[in-house]
């Protein structure tokens, strides 16, 4: 049987969920562009979205395209798509990521489409979780998702957790003496509301959540000592549930299948009840990365530190429009 050509409408519906997945300081590094005539959407990097100073590789950038591409596949398949996927089709064009073809007609991949509603649900938490376990089905079902995307989740012991919450701290030290990050940052965060700001990209100041009382948890602090009035001071979980997700390579080929398994993990953990944050501090420095690594593991590189449990959903962040990201030829 032959496909439908795919309607315009639906594309934009298409990138309107991709553009919902996470990126790093929501820099929403990423254009769509879509052709008539093939069906295919193309996916590129917007280099005007990149942080040269937090992630001068775009290590960051790949994960941040690879989870809208991810949401992306999720989409289509609640739509009955089976999207045809080309990670790097043109090794001479560095900003285009992938290319997807919206003309397949097997059958949807149901797997996928059953984490459709958690697109919208999924935000990042800043806040206190409850000291509470997650249960084992739960956990191997987050290490499926990541193996389904060909990358690997891990729950390191408690000893190796609080060598990463060491880490932590002493990335966040590092940035504080770095000029160039920390203008970066301020760049990027916002220390009024959303609807003040009214900026569609950053991160607003709701989302921040309050600060610390000790460093129980790996929450990054975006506000960087500036003052925010009525934000206010909370306890975190002492015994938080970190993850670490991995790949065996690392290229870019490799970033942008953590992105994608790193965003099916997020859904799958959205669907099951769980909330969820990010760090990314001790990666950004080589030799910190390496030792985030859990040794009891076969994962070779470390790409994201999730943290994990139940408390309550982190509030929206603002979205760029998606005539703004999407070019259609």
Known sequence: MTAQPIDVNVVSELVAEA?????????????????????????YADPERTLPHIDPDRRGLHL???????????????KGLTPAVRLLPDLDDAELLAEVGLRGSASPDEALARLYPAISRRHSSRFPFRDEQIPAAVVERLCDAAHAEGAQLVFPGAWHVREILELVQDAEGRQAMDPGIL????QWTRTEPSDVVGAPDGIPAEAFGPRQHGTTAPVRDFALGRPMPGRGWAPFEKNPHIALLGT??????????AGQALERVLL??????????????????PEFRWVARDPFSAMAHVQMVLRLGYGPEGPASPRRPVADVLDIA
């Open 64 to 78: 941040g395209c690879g989870a809208a591409l991810l949401n992306l596949r999720v989409a289509a398949a609640a």
């Open 183 to 186: 203008g970066e940052t301020a």
């Open 268 to 285: 799958q953990a959205t669907a099951d009840g769980l909330v969820a944050s990010m760090t990314s501090q001790p990666l950004e420095w």
């Open 248 to 257: 065996g390579h690392d290229g870019p080929g490799d970033w942008l299948l």
């Open 19 to 43: 553009a919902a997945a996470p990126s790093q300081h929501n820099a929403q590094p990423w254009r769509f562009r879509f052709l008539r005539d093939s069906a295919v959407l193309r996916l």
